[in-house]
DNA sequence: CAGCTAATGTACAGCGCTAGAAAGATATTT
DNA sequence: AAATATCTTTCTAGCGCTGTACATTAGCTG
């Protein structure tokens, strides 16, 4: 039972590959009676083309690659559902790299994207930095999320995150919140975001007046929740006092979320909990979390839209797309009354 | 700045394509001196072989296909993982559909595979019944998961979910519970686990001489949190008593745990609460979830190991595994003191 | 009905790589 | 030194499909 190919459709059809083709292709110029002949040679054979085939002789895959960090994140998750719904209303199937924040992955991704598997890649890099990117990205189709990056011709979707990290803070010091801490600095970070978070949790303090207290900066070993609990656990431990944390990562506002609960803090009554990209996993914890909102739809369009560019031949400099973001309210960090 | 091929390399190292290939391929008997002047070649070229020719020449696409309802349910995130890492254990790659737990897209998955695209597939259907994919498996590399359908040709993997669910109402009696509930049944849920799920449950009820009460069998709209929680509010706004619930997937747990928190009852103390697939969200609700852990690592080796052995030629009858699970106690069901 | 245009259909050369056959070179044996 | 065996390397026919160039037929016009 071997595969059936064009050959034998056309053969069976008594009609030319090409024409056979034509049919598959829905190409105009076919007459009706010939495609009706064809298309039953096609059904009674159960023909299906062979997308390798197609892709060696047109030299485009139909396939795009998002290389992320982790593929069970909930916000990279909830990213490659709108990846692939938006890839698929697009014409593109989506192959998931997942590169662990290991700089050889991440190097073997852009490597990869020479061999021909993918017309273009969005890539969020973690770990590697500027240059390196730059040295690799060979002028193919390539679009980089987040903040870790940003070589010059390379094209570039994120939100503004001092600007969302200042709305957080400012949203947590209307609520009367004046000791507010920041969860967490990772000591091997060394992506850009945290720290343009950390720069307008900084400024939104400024422009209330509120001293900045670098005890209520706090480290975190790793991007989990565990190392969130533990992190805050400490800082209560350490007799730290504070009345509001803004998280980074909603991971680590999960496990804000538990240490206070397990210290026996009330949240939002002691202590108002803002987490960072809503995830669903907000939703559902008790209480509800409030949480930094990327608009994830806009930026997967943002993203395609730059790389179908690219894909259809621009080769300028890199565009650089802030999309926009808004603050989920819900119980962990209300609207004040 | 075209694409360099394998003939570019080979003018260059004044060889013939054969040669080059061969040094791509380690193949052993190529002069020490040759090689070493290929390989200058290729480095200097920046050579990389294009995957789509050689597919279409060696027949092996090195791709395998995860078809799964939602990218983003933190089960199957899960599991897309595990399936990711042992895929590049194995020297393949993962190319994820996303089926949506609609029939059309579910066959779209089963039709694809004859498209060339991916040597195998490994399915988790939900709407499509065991005849339907029958008629589909045109004798290509298959792999179901999950309980909804099985057909008599097709390999299979799955956990016992009669024992799972008794597993976890023995786990509730044990601990003192006397009215123990059931989350959920759906309308328009055609798979199968449900009902294995209910069957454990009913059987371990009664066993303890614990007589069944109708009205503790929970339903809800779909399979989310938010239907969990509703249906859990509901329950008790109805006047329902029970002291613990057997939830047939994490989501409704934690929709559970919150509607409990939400009218004010304790969990375990007023009532216990066991989930389904053992999700990293367990691990940070308060309390903790106890719930159904199937092994992960054990479904997916034995999927990639039946899937190789399809791909590798066996044409035989279904092969059907059952890998092992346990229950993860955490808080909100703890062990019997 | 010749003379032209438009509509249909066919032939075939690639796309870049693999792998088996064949050839050429070198080493070993008698 | 001839004959045979063993390495190395080259040659080349596909893999299945697409798209260009060309051939054929049909449809009109004057």
Redesign the interface.
Known sequence: ?A?IRLIDVAELAGVSMKTVSNVVHSYPHVAPALREKVQAAIDQL?Y??????R??ATGK?G?IALAIP???H?YF??L??HM??EATRRGY????E?TLSDPDLERAVL?DR????VDGVIFHPVRMETLDIAKLD??TSLVLLGEAARPVMTDHVMIDNVSAALDATRHLLASGCRRIAFLGVIAADITGSTNQRLLGYQQGLLEAGVRLDPELVFTALEFT??AG?RSVTEAIDRGVRFDGVVCRDD?FA??A??AL??TGRSVPGDVAVVGWDNT??G????PTLTSVAPKKTELVAAAFDLLEERIAGYRGVGRHVIVGHSLAVRESAPHTP
């Open positions: 039972m595969r159960g299906r083309p062979n997308l390798t085939a892709r060696l895959t396939m982790e593929i069970d909930p998750s909830e490659s559902r692939a719904e199937r989506v192959i998931i997942q490597i020479e061999a021909g598997l060979a002028g929740a565990e609990l991971r999960i496990g979320l538990k609960h397990d669903f996993l939703a559902y914890t008790s």
